[in-house]
């Protein structure tokens, strides 16, 4: 599916590194991680199809 909507958000300095190091721990971008989180929040509350 191609990706074509962008959500900006700011967050605390701590927020960012510790979404960086995890992000880093799983081989994977920032942005990628975000989204990661995200979808399975939605499909767990039945909000994405999943």
């Known amino acids: 599916m191609a990706k074509t ?4 958000v700011r967050v605390t300095d701590e927020v960012k590194a510790a979404a960086e190091k ?3 721990e799983d081989a994977r971008s920032v942005a990628s991680l975000v989204e990661k989180v995200l979808s ?4 767990e509350r ?3 199809a999943g």
């Open 46 to 48: 039945g909000y994405l």
């Open 22 to 24: 995890a992000a880093k």
């Open 5 to 8: 909507s962008a959500i900006s």
């Open 40 to 43: 399975d929040w939605l499909r």
